[in-house]
């Protein structure tokens, strides 16, 4: 089985800072692995993913996260971010080659302040 | 291309009253999933149809919860009688045969008074 934890569940941060949004998993198998991001009154949006290859990946609106298989670890980050960021951020395993469900985390609001 | 919609955005209704969500996927996704989001736990699964078929059904709650899709196209989620417990945000989701990217609705946000 496989599960997620992102291990903050609010990130305030100020605007044109750095963010950093982590995120764990624990899977006896290998896993995909992603990042949705649900901005208010909005559905989830595929931001990132990570199949194989380069352990750097780069998504949408300048996110971009690192797969660290040592660490089990797939967090995300943007350099300088915008009050338009200001979302909920989800991270979810997926069994590799497979079509079947996705496990999320728990979730992570970032909350972009003037 | 249209993505994947879902329909009523949302709902309130009775404990003990049924209600039925309808999701259309992305024309061509022979894979089609739902997902809830009950307030403050994470997302999850509940089931996964490959064109009409149940793939798996392991993540549904109880038989109070009916889903089909006939023809393999659109998809409903029939909740019967509903309680208070069922309240939430009902997600689904589709992708292509073989593909491992899942392309989400806006979701349902079903209030159960």
């Known amino acids: 089985a496989q599960s997620v934890t992102q291990l903050d569940s609010q990130v305030p941060v100020f605007e044109e800072a750095p963010v950093e949004l982590r995120c764990n998993y624990s899977?006896?198998?290998?896993?995909?692995l992603f990042w949705y991001v649900q901005y208010p009154n909005q559905g989830l949006q595929l931001l990132l993913k990570?199949?194989?290859?380069?352990?750097l990946v780069k998504g949408i609106n300048g996110f971009e996260a690192e797969f660290n298989k040592s660490q089990t670890s797939f967090h995300l980050r943007k350099p300088s971010v915008h009050i338009s960021d200001t979302a909920e951020y989800f991270c979810?395993?997926?069994?590799?080659?497979?079509?079947?469900?996705?496990?999320f985390g728990q979730g992570t609001t970032l909350q972009v302040k003037p | 291309e249209a993505g994947v919609t879902q329909f009523p955005s949302h709902s309130v209704i009775e404990k003990g009253q049924t209600v039925t969500l309808r999701c259309d996927p992305i024309?061509?996704?022979?894979?089609l999933y739902w997902y809830r989001r009950v307030m403050g736990k994470e997302i999850k699964f509940l089931l996964h149809f490959v064109k009409e078929s149940k793939q798996d059904e392991s993540g549904m709650p109880n038989n109070r919860f009916l889903a089909e899709r006939t023809g393999g196209t659109y998809s409903t989620l029939k909740v019967q009688p509903a309680e208070l417990e069922d309240s939430g945000v009902y997600f689904c989701?589709?992708?292509?045969?073989?593909?491992?990217?899942?392309?989400f609705g806006p979701g349902t946000r079903l209030l159960v008074l």
């Open positions: 979810a395993v997926i069994r590799a080659s497979n079509t079947g469900k996705l496990i």
């Open positions: 990570y199949l194989s290859g380069s352990t």
């Open positions: 989701a589709s992708s292509q045969q073989g593909g491992e990217t899942q392309y």
């Open positions: 024309s061509g996704h022979d894979n």
């Open positions: 899977s006896s198998v290998s896993v995909y």
